[in-house]
T-cell receptor, first 118, second 115 residues
């Protein structure tokens, strides 16, 4: 079974600074999807970024970018120019590339609580 | 963008009663939906995968007779907590997978309190 590990329960960053959240995963599959989700205090889950394992290029969405190291099974999230609205719980998630039923499920890490200091 | 409507957002029920939570995809078809449980400041724990027109697949340790899942249409899945007890109090979140875009959209969650 796949596992996702987020080793930083909490992180803090100064507004306008850059922060990197760590995520490692364990899988025997060669193709899969990786995600970062944000859960603000409202508890609404919001997709931040998504990466397909077969793509070598790191995904980027505005101030958010990932460092995907397939061999090391590492998928870190970098937030640049941090804003107060970035404060949230961040979850790393894994999904198998296989199709059908339970293969579509997301396996989440335990999360990292990010605090942004003004 | 894709929207998933989850109701109710909050519910308080008496111990021994049943509670139904609805999850509806508003502008897309979802052949697969997921139900999660989340404790405060914890991760999402997958309870079951719901497939339209077939029985749900429950994760190990989840009581299927207690947490009844029905996915009768491409836009609606329901979770019924039967004979609720205080230990069932939690935050429940649904997620729907868009059959066409392959994206996942989450509902806003339901806070269940059993007294």
């Amino acid at each position: 079974a796949q596992t996702v590990t987020q080793s930083q329960p909490e992180m803090s960053v100064q507004e306008a600074e850059t922060v990197t959240l760590s995520c490692t995963y364990d899988t025997s599959e060669s193709d899969y999807y990786l995600f970062w989700y944000k859960q603000p205090p409202s508890r609404q889950m919001i997709l931040v970024i998504r990466q397909e394992a077969y793509k070598q290029q790191n995904a980027t969405e505005n101030r958010f970018s990932v460092n995907f190291q397939k061999a090391a099974k590492s998928f870190s999230l970098k937030i640049s120019d941090s804003q107060l609205g970035d404060a949230a719980m961040y979850f790393c998630a894994y999904r198998s590339y296989r199709s059908g039923g339970s293969n579509y499920k997301l396996t989440f890490g335990k999360g990292t609580l990010l605090t942004v200091n003004p | 963008g894709a929207v998933v409507s989850q109701h109710p957002s909050r519910v308080i029920c008496k111990s021994g009663t049943s509670v139904k939570i609805e999850c509806r995809s508003l502008d897309f078809q979802a052949t697969t939906m997921f139900w999660y449980r989340q404790f405060p400041k914890k991760s999402l724990m997958l309870m079951a995968t719901s497939n339209e027109g077939s029985k749900a697949t429950y994760e190990q340790g989840v009581e299927k007779d207690k947490f009844l899942i029905n996915h009768a249409s491409l836009t609606l899945s329901t979770l019924t907590v039967t004979s609720a007890h205080p230990e069932d109090s939690s935050f429940y979140i649904c997620s729907a997978r868009d059959s066409h875009s392959y994206g996942y959209t989450f509902g806003s969650g339901t806070r269940l309190t059993v007294v």
